[in-house]
């Protein structure tokens, strides 16, 4: 069957192809036609064909042999012999009766199910081009022919499978042909034009699935779905969405991101179906996955309690949308887009938000408020915003609470969580932020004061490009410090200096910590020089005590010398001199003493390294003689006469003048020598010689021990020259009769004694 199906119409081709004569058909039994205007045709005729000059009328019967006749065109029968011009007549079967409405079209398959009488060797022509494709290489041109009907009444014809519903198709009458230069006759003699053997089917049946789309693709603009059949759909339903239909395809706008899906519910043209089983059905319903930008948040950046937070988001390399462009939402809220930087895995979007409370977020991006397609959406888990944790550091003078006006502190910022890091950020009025060599630095502004909290931008490292430098939220601590300055305890001895003239009378600046020596004529030259314009303001201002304490060389204080205050220095002050008062004596001590006020309010003290706080003094000697002469007072509580006769001498008082060697600091030396009046015996004693009380002259040693001033205890040996009476002995028998003992004036005395009193000078 299929080869003579390719016979007939290979032969129907061929006719076609071989002749550009006219062509003219009649249906078999007809009634005769004039087949030309003018002229005759040329016989004779056989077959059955009936020729009457102009008028031609077909057989009752033809066979295949006289079916199709070339017949010359002649102006008259004499010019028939030479005439080149010819008209070809085509003896049709029988016309059928083709039910249309019964007729029933499937595109899909290429079939064509015919019902009527008459059916055999009707061929069928269609022509159309499937929508979506191009017409000048995708158009279905052809015929075919109802060779072996089912029945009387059915045949099925086929045809070029994917046509469009509204193809263009015709019957051709059996042995017919068909074409422009065809000319078709019914029975009656009638002339019949194309649209008489247009062939409408009742029913345009689709077995194939309408939508060709696994999935509306939003990443690069509005979703389309492609479509089977486009010219069969009245009309489309997308719910939410606004639907269109276009050529080939269903054009997709204004999806919302609240569905990962969406469904068409398209509803086909009057007499088209879709087969569902055994069932037509005049409207299809599919839902479809909305292929949208790939988009997923940047873990670390989606935070929970964080005012004017931004938020990262990632989308996938395949989405050709530009973000800027775009609408941007965050649970619902407008965002605004503030930074986008393209990377290899993706673009990278910052998003500032106002912030949230709430465990989730949603965040969607759509085309525009009038368009409305969302094109991503992603929903992350929020993470608890973490908390700054600052320690401010002077170099060298260990940690600070509180913010230095005049001299940068290093910031160390920890964090309680998250996998970002905290940049300290400047505060206008406040503070100001450098850094050198990755190490943070804050300096308070000159003109600020009060507490103030310091300001943090929360950063994500791991980040391209400049968003790694991008602040996602600022934060305060919960603690505000105080902006103040910072006093370090500087080196005494670079802002005090204390100053002698030597015998030239130049100023000598004396070293610390060393004993000096001052010239007695330039006793009063000394003085204390404090150097407020060496203290930078770096250091700020500092506390100090000064003391200046003058000593005399008995060990007493010289009260009107002494200096005792408190000063407080403020950076590139004045210089101040003060002067040690007071007329010094020799060998007076002058002791200047200066150390810091370990105040921990003021200054910013280590609490690692509690040495102590600077501190200096000074000491220095007024020069005086070599040796001392002075008189004082002794009570020598016994003495004891070598010389014969020999005894106790109890209870004796003189006066005394004393030479006694000073050392190097005015304190004389232990053994001087003495001279004076001494009172000896002036208790009469119970033995039996019996010394009269008496005043002597004695010049001799002494060692004396100063117990304090102006007091010492010792011993002494002296010669004595004894201003008294006989010395007489007392006589047993004679208890009233005294004997006179021989002696001398002179004698040889020593004992201990108590001195008190220090008047003379030095010499």
Request: hydrophobic share 40%.
């Amino acid at each position: 069957m299929h080869r003579a199906r390719a016979l007939v119409l290979g032969c129907l081709l061929v006719a076609g192809a071989a002749t550009a004569a006219p062509v003219v058909q009649l249906p078999e039994g007809g009634r005769a036609v004039e087949v030309i205007p003018k002229g005759v045709l040329c016989g004779p005729v056989r077959g059955g064909w009936v020729l009457e000059g102009r008028t031609l009328k077909p057989p009752t019967r033809a066979d295949d042999a006289t079916r199709t006749l070339e017949l010359k065109v002649a102006a008259d029968e004499a010019s028939c012999a030479t005439a080149t011009d010819t008209v070809v007549v085509v003896a049709t079967g029988p016309f059928p009766r083709i039910d249309s409405a019964a007729t029933t079209f499937y595109p899909d398959d290429g079939r064509l199910e015919l019902k009527g009488t008459g059916l055999k060797n009707v061929a069928i022509v269609w022509s159309g081009t499937p929508r979506g494709v191009d017409p000048k290489t995708a158009s279905l041109d052809g015929q075919d022919v109802c060779l072996e009907p089912n029945g009387p009444s059915e045949c099925a014809v086929p045809l070029a499978p994917g046509l469009p519903t509204d193809a263009t198709l015709s019957w051709v009458p059996a042995y017919g042909r068909r074409g422009a230069n065809v000319t078709t006759y019914d029975a009656n003699g009638r002339f019949l034009d194309d649209e008489y053997f247009r062939l409408r089917p009742g029913r345009t049946v689709l077995t194939r699935p309408l939508v060709q789309s696994s999935g509306v693709d939003l990443s690069k603009g509005p979703g389309y779905a492609a479509v089977t059949h486009s010219e069969a759909i009245a009309s489309v339903d997308c719910g939410t969405a606004r639907c269109e239909v276009t050529e080939g395809a269903v054009s997709i706008r204004n999806v919302p991101g609240l569905n990962p899906t969406v469904t068409l519910r398209l509803r086909l043209v009057p007499r088209v179906f879709f087969a569902k089983g055994d069932a037509l059905e005049t409207s299809v319903a599919e839902t479809l996955p909305v292929l949208a930008c790939p988009l997923s948040a940047v873990e670390g950046t989606v935070l929970r309690d964080a005012e004017d937070s931004g938020l990262v988001m990632r989308l996938d390399p395949s989405c050709a949308h530009d973000p800027r462009g775009l609408l941007w939402t965050v649970n619902g809220a407008r965002v605004r887009v503030e930074r986008v930087v393209k990377a290899q895995d993706g673009t990278y979007v910052l998003l500032r938000t106002s912030g949230t409370n709430e465990p989730q977020v949603t965040v969607t991006a759509i085309t525009s408020r009038v368009d409305g397609t969302v094109v991503a959406s992603e929903t992350a888990d929020t993470k608890p915003v973490p908390d700054p944790r600052a320690t401010l550091e002077l170099p060298g003078h260990g940690t600070i609470d509180f913010v230095p006006t005049n001299r940068p502190a290093e910031v160390t910022v920890a964090s309680n969580g998250g996998l970002g890091r905290f940049v300290l950020r400047p505060l206008g009025g406040a503070y100001t932020v450098t850094v050198r060599e990755s190490v943070t630095l804050v300096q308070g502004e000159a003109t600020a004061g009060g507490f103030v909290s310091l300001r943090f931008g929360y950063r994500l490292p791991t980040l391209p490009a400049e968003l790694a430098t991008s602040d996602l939220f600022l934060t305060s601590e919960r603690v505000q410090r105080a902006v103040r300055e910072a006093s370090v305890p500087t080196n005494v001895e670079n802002l005090v200096e204390f100053i002698c003239a030597d015998k030239e009378g130049h100023d000598e600046k004396l070293t610390p910590s060393r004993p000096h020596r001052v010239d007695y004529a330039m006793r009063n030259t000394c003085r204390v020089i404090i150097h407020r314009e060496r203290l930078t303001p770096e250091e700020g201002n500092q506390e100090i005590t000064l003391r200046v304490t003058v000593t005399k060389s008995d060990g007493s204080v010289r009260g009107e010398s002494s200096v005792d205050q408190r000063l407080f220095l403020r950076p590139k002050g004045d210089v101040r001199v003060i002067p040690v008062q007071g007329n010094l004596g020799q060998y007076d001590r002058i002791l200047v003493q200066v150390a810091h006020v370990a105040d921990e309010s003021r200054y910013a003290l280590s609490t690692v390294d509690r040495t102590g706080l600077p501190s200096a003094q000074w000491t220095a000697i007024v020069r005086g003689g070599m040796f001392r002469l002075y008189t004082m007072a002794t009570i020598p509580a016994g003495l004891y006469r070598a010389t014969q006769p020999s005894g106790q001498l109890a209870v004796n008082f003189g006066v005394l003048s004393r030479l006694a060697l000073l050392n190097n600091e005015g304190q004389e030396r232990l053994l001087g020598i003495e001279m004076g009046l001494m009172g000896l015996g002036l208790v009469p004693q119970s033995g039996d010689i019996q010394f009269p009380p008496t005043l002597a002259a004695v010049l001799g040693l002494g060692l004396r021990v100063p117990i304090g001033p102006g007091a010492a205890v010792g011993a002494q040996a002296w010669i004595a020259r004894e201003f008294r009476g006989d010395i007489t002995r007392r006589t047993n028998g004679a208890p009233g009769t005294d004997t006179v003992v021989p002696s001398s004036k002179w004698s040889f005395i020593f004992g201990p004694s108590i001195s008190v009193g220090n008047v003379g000078f030095n010499l």
